[in-house]
């Protein structure tokens, strides 16, 4: 069974015909009704292994279309009343920006580098390079270079640890501080319960960073952090798309090419991201660029904030 696919609280399908031997079909109903509709379909058992597989209706999808449904059974003969685990192949990556799309930290984000630069090179503090849409080794390494200091592997990495234990050590102050964004928990919650939706991040922060951020905030039981790319994967936040496909497509067996990657963010660089992927991209104004400036990036699709779910449904569902 590939990891990751099958999912608690997936629905389990029950047997409702004659007993079924190999190579035979038999009509199954999903019970209780849950993310795929009640309606009546068919599977078949493979010959060589215990494996079935049905396409079943979804109501979460436009009339007509269908999702690949895999079922494992016990054994190779099937009776009424046996039930089946269900595991539904994702079709879409949405991979979430975190700041300023999911939530802010107010100020903190500055602080960090504030507190961790004087004790790693012990000296003060003067200059924080541009952080809107880059990654966080982009950030350092510039940070390095006004604070005149050589961005080797070695003084970037030191700088990156330091930023770590800050964020570790300030987890309480940033739950205090910061907040998630409107519509963001209401869109995660949602999105987590479409077996078709598998949601990871893409993210300029630290991957530890980005874990502290989440959790403080109790955001990452809703998106799968092995199926993200983060600020310490590259440079070149463009690069992170392909980063998390890749990941993504070894966890659950699907491929997410083209525009079956999704990104969610909120500035010009996230939408560059995604156009140089060939993914779509869903721009939010929660931080410093707005609605028509994101416009013009090239987004896809421009959002004031998530706090409309059906829209923010449609756009990724559709």
Not at 111 to 126: C, D, I, K, S
Not at 283 to 299: F, Y
């Amino acid at each position: 069974m590939l990891p990751g696919c099958v999912r608690r609280g997936d629905p389990a399908l029950d047997v409702v015909a004659e007993p079924l031997g190999v190579g035979r079909s038999v009509p199954v109903m999903n019970s209780p009704p849950g993310r795929i509709s009640p309606v009546l379909t068919r599977f078949t058992v493979d010959r060589s292994s215990p494996i079935a597989l049905a396409i079943a209706k979804s109501d979460r999808r436009p009339a007509g279309s269908a999702a690949l449904v895999t079922l494992f059974a016990s054994n190779m003969t099937l009776k009424p009343g046996d039930r089946l685990g269900i595991m539904i192949t994702p079709r879409v990556l949405v991979l979430w920006d975190i700041d300023h799309t999911l939530l802010q930290s107010r100020g903190m984000g500055r602080e960090m580098y504030e507190r961790a630069l004087p004790l790693v090179f012990g000296r003060p503090f003067a200059e924080l390079a541009e952080v809107s849409g880059r990654t966080e080794l982009d950030i350092i390494a510039e940070t390095l270079v006004l604070h005149g200091i050589e961005p080797t592997t070695e003084h970037v990495d030191r700088l990156a640890r330091a930023l770590t234990a800050s964020y570790e050590a300030g987890r309480e102050e940033l739950a205090e501080r910061g907040r998630v964004l409107p519509g963001a928990r209401e869109a995660l919650t949602s999105l987590a319960e479409e077996p078709a939706v598998r949601q990871g991040v893409l993210t300029g922060n630290l991957r530890a960073v980005a874990r502290v951020k989440l959790r403080v905030f109790a955001l990452d039981q809703y998106v799968d952090l092995e199926c993200s790319a983060y600020g310490d994967d590259h440079r070149d936040r463009a690069e992170l798309v392909d980063i998390a496909r890749a990941r993504a497509a070894e966890r659950v067996g699907a491929e997410f090419t083209g525009l079956r990657t999704v990104l969610i963010g909120d500035t010009p660089r996230d939408v560059e991201a995604a156009r140089a992927a060939g993914a779509r991209v869903i721009a939010v104004a929660g931080g410093q660029s707005d609605l028509d400036e994101l416009r013009k990036a090239g987004a896809d699709d421009v959002l004031a904030d998530l706090r409309d779910l059906p829209t923010v449904r449609r756009l990724l569902l559709a």
